[in-house]
């Protein structure tokens, strides 16, 4: 599949279009990732000594153990750690909320602890006793909750980690208070968690796009949703999920963040950005100042809800779910499997091929902990726990979900659900699977393909710069036309008929001898007629 990229820096209320002419399929961008500058790594990585790190939160101050401390939940073993926040030792674990047994968050106001547990708000003193139910969370996406924070106000906010979102909530009976924000992935996202600055009252966000397959990015963000700078920290590791920050560090005096990365179990303290960031003259460096929309075929999604029963006493469960329609062969294949059950540790998970190809998804991993909801794709991250939050994961194989690349789609899939011991049971409640296949661009045909964007009236008051990157799979570039066309009818060609080789894989910028912004964003100039800065007022 290939895919168009069109960034459009401070611009208004524009839709535009894209047309290729010829045969092949197209999808589109890939986008080259943003340059962004790393934090240094001030202390870490230190070991975590739970099993299923999710939620973390500092007590500056140290209320019971007189040093500052860093608190970190463990999904699924009703336990949280205490570490010492100056040297990441432990100091002693505390009991979780009594009789919860999903922790995903926690965070302080110094005299309380806040914790997110199965999509209700607990209260206890700073070390864990007096506990208090709060009430229902009530998440406006209706996905699982992550970790949290408090912000100027004293409100809560939540991530939802299955519909890539932040709401605010009350801390009187946890009800949402009406603003959400958007993950700065957008959707199908990764990341667990979100801290607030007190010092100029902004969101610290882990965060990854879905191509990236992990977390791969930390933004600060305002509360509106409007991102104010990024850095990367895929150095880190592949899921850095809860996130708390110092102001300043206990021992470095320095603007701080602590993360907790749950791929490998450890604890890291990184440097952060500037306290208040501001705009940058560059929009591509500052994405407050741009806005990106991208165009790509989306994947034909086939789904069914057996309700199916899981139990070592009966046969091993089998689903059938029959695809039709597909026109081309499969490019790539994702599957969503959502099981209640109370010990997935028992489950061993498969797919099947209409042509017989089998790729297990599952092995008998995460032990007592309840129900497996999660989407396997070969872009996710490593197998592993936790299974029931709803992110995306490699297949734990034998096998990859590449295997499939390249068959016929159409026919017979099956999931098998095999229970491997007795004594704890389940449902197979639903599973999906996406089949994204290219879309041909008609050959000879000046009508060709049209991809069309379109941009909110409200996003952007003016445009002072427009970029684009393409890619095309075509065996002959020479044999295509691709151009852009805005709302108010003005078209730029992009690429009129020229070039060698296969396929086409381009970045647009303006012409620095014609006008408009160059800033260096793409190495070639569009072939005309016309000329990106048409598009500038």
Excluded at 225 to 237: E, H, K, R, Y
Excluded at 330 to 336: A, G, K, L, R
Aim: hydrophobic fraction near 40%; include cysteine; aromatic fraction near 8%.
């Amino acid at each position: 599949m290939r895919l168009a990229l069109l960034f459009v820096c401070v611009g208004s209320g524009l839709g535009f279009s894209q047309s290729l002419h010829d045969e092949r399929s197209f999808t589109g961008p890939t986008g080259p990732p943003p340059a962004f500058a790393s934090g240094d790594v001030l202390q870490g990585p230190a070991p975590h000594f739970g099993l299923d790190p999710l939620g973390i939160c500092l007590d500056p101050v140290g209320v019971v153990h007189g040093v500052p401390t860093l608190y970190v939940v463990d999904l699924y073993d009703g336990l949280t750690f205490l570490y010492d926040a100056n040297d990441l030792s432990l100091l002693e674990t505390i009991a979780s909320p009594a009789g919860v047994t999903v922790v995903s968050g926690i965070t302080t106001d110094g005299s309380s602890l806040y914790w997110v547990a199965d999509e209700t708000l607990y209260q206890t003193g700073m070390d864990g006793s007096s506990v208090a139910t709060v009430g229902a969370l009530g998440l406006p996406g209706g996905g699982i909750a992550g970790d949290c924070c408090l912000d100027a106000a004293g409100d809560l906010w939540v991530v939802d980690v299955t519909s890539d979102q932040y709401s605010r909530h009350s801390t009187t009976d946890g009800a949402y208070q009406g603003d959400t924000i958007a993950s700065p992935s957008g959707v199908d996202a990764f990341g667990t968690g979100i801290a607030f600055r007190s010092d100029c009252a902004f969101f610290e966000i882990p965060h990854g796009a879905f191509s990236s397959g992990q977390v791969t990015t930390l933004s600060v963000v305002d509360t509106t949703g409007v991102t104010l700078d990024s850095f990367s920290i895929a150095p880190l590791g592949a899921f850095a999920s809860g996130i708390a920050v110092a102001l300043p560090s206990p021992s470095f005096g320095i603007y701080s963040v602590f993360v907790v990365e749950a791929a490998t179990g450890t604890l890291l303290e990184i440097e952060g950005l500037d306290p208040c960031p501001v705009p940058q003259s560059d929009c591509h460096a500052n994405p407050s100042q741009s806005q990106k929309y991208g165009y790509a075929p989306l994947p034909v999604i086939f789904q069914t809800t057996p309700g199916f029963p899981i139990t070592a006493v009966l046969p091993t469960t089998f689903s059938s779910l029959t695809v039709s329609g597909l026109a081309d062969t499969i490019e790539d294949v994702t599957c969503t499997v959502d099981v209640t059950h109370t010990f997935v540790g028992d489950l061993d998970v498969s797919l099947k091929s209409p042509t017989a190809i089998t790729v297990q998804l599952h092995d008998s991993a995460g032990t007592d902990a309840d129900d497996l909801l999660a989407s396997f794709d070969d872009g996710g991250r490593p197998y592993g726990p936790p299974f029931g939050v709803g992110d995306t994961m490699r297949p734990s194989g034998p096998g990859t979900l590449a295997d499939f690349d390249g068959i016929v789609g159409n026919g017979i899939w099956t999931l098998t659900v095999t229970d491997n011991f007795t004594g704890e049971n389940g449902t197979l409640n639903a599973w999906a699977l996406g089949l994204p296949t290219g879309i041909a661009v008609p050959d000879d045909d000046p009508a060709g393909l049209s991809a069309v964007l379109t941009v909110a009236d409200t996003v952007l008051d003016s445009i002072a710069d427009v970029d684009v990157v393409i890619e095309v799979g075509h065996a002959d570039p020479s044999q295509l036309q691709v151009s852009v066309t805005s709302p108010s009818g003005t078209t730029v060609v992009l690429h009129d008929q020229t070039g060698a080789g296969s396929d086409l894989s381009v970045r647009y910028d303006d012409d620095p001898i014609l006008g408009g912004l160059n800033d260096g964003f793409g190495t070639a100039i569009p072939s005309g007629p016309g000329v990106l800065a048409d598009f500038d007022d």
